[in-house]
């Protein structure tokens, strides 16, 4: 079998380093990192992810402040509120939870971020920061898959990577930073012709398509490294659910690692969302 990365390891690292740079902070500069997270309305996999966000932030000695707005709030309300939160000092960090109710513009709400504050990365600046060589705030699920990746790929120039997904939170930015590190990268969907004949020339897969064991274990090139990025709950016949990641676990027995679904990119994504809180402080501070 593969051998299996353990992103909530890695996490745990980097939260580690996290913790110490939010004592350095505070002892050197009197300096206390701060994450405004809005969660409007109740989709319950929004408020599970709000919640472990806040608890993570709250570990590190990040300060947290949370606003939970009703389903019906309206679009004016919330921009009315990252305006006051755009020019509050003890807020680095603002995050709005995706997705929004549908009388709300996402767009329109995030381009009122201020670039600065967008520990996400979605803000039309930041996008375009990434896509043109860095510099910005990237988005923290690709910013997680690359960290997984530095882990066990020594050499990325020349690789073949293939991405599979094109969302504007996953598969579009992970692309840009593969790009970045000299990979020849395909981007691919679940709308992609022979689909697996691409995937079978890639040393990188990255799979983000929200489709459950989508990567099959005949698509995978012996030795290949596959993240996997899916995670959607299925019930089985029996009445029992359980977190089924975008490639099929149980056949990944040539890719050379893969990452587990719970426990791989999830806990990664977290921990950079604390990342870019503190990077975001530091410049903010400086
Ligand atoms: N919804 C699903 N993924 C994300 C994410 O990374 N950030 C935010 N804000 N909402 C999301």
Excluded at 203 to 230: H, M, T, Y
Excluded at 279 to 285: F, I, R
Aim: hydrophobic share 45%; glycine share 10%.
């Amino acid at each position: 079998m593969a051998d299996i990365l353990r992103g909530d390891v890695v996490a745990q690292r980097l939260c580690h380093r996290v913790t110490a740079q939010v004592e350095r902070m505070r002892a050197e500069r009197g300096v206390v990192p701060g994450l405004a997270v809005i969660l409007v309305g109740e989709d319950p996999p929004s408020e599970v992810y709000v919640r472990r966000k806040l608890a993570k932030a709250k570990q590190v000695g990040i300060r947290s402040f949370e606003h939970r707005l009703p389903a019906e709030t309206g679009e004016a309300e919330l921009l009315a509120l990252i305006a006051r939160l755009n020019s509050d000092a003890a807020v680095h960090g603002i995050l709005v939870q995706l997705p929004l109710p549908e009388q709300i513009s996402a767009d329109k709400v995030l381009n009122a971020i201020d670039p600065d504050k967008d520990v996400d990365g979605f803000h039309p600046v930041n996008v375009g920061r990434l896509s043109t060589g860095g510099g910005g705030l990237v988005p923290c699920t690709p910013l997680g898959c690359m960290m997984l990746l530095d882990e066990v790929v020594s050499e990325f120039r020349g690789r073949q990577a293939v991405v599979i997904g094109k969302s504007n939170i996953v598969g579009k930015p992970v692309a840009l930073l593969l790009l970045e590190r000299e990979c020849t990268v395909t981007v691919t969907h679940i709308h992609t012709v022979d689909l697996a004949s691409i995937v079978r020339k890639a040393d990188i897969v990255v799979v983000a398509a929200g489709a459950p064991r989508l990567v099959r274990g005949d698509w995978v090139k012996p030795g290949a490294v596959v993240i996997d990025v899916g995670i959607t709950r299925v019930t089985s016949e029996d009445g029992r659910t359980r977190l089924v990641g975008d490639a099929a676990a149980d056949e990944m027995d040539h890719a050379g690692v893969v990452t587990p679904v719970p426990g791989g990119v999830g806990p990664m994504t977290i921990a950079c969302l604390l990342g870019n809180t503190i990077k975001a402080a530091q410049a903010l501070t400086a």
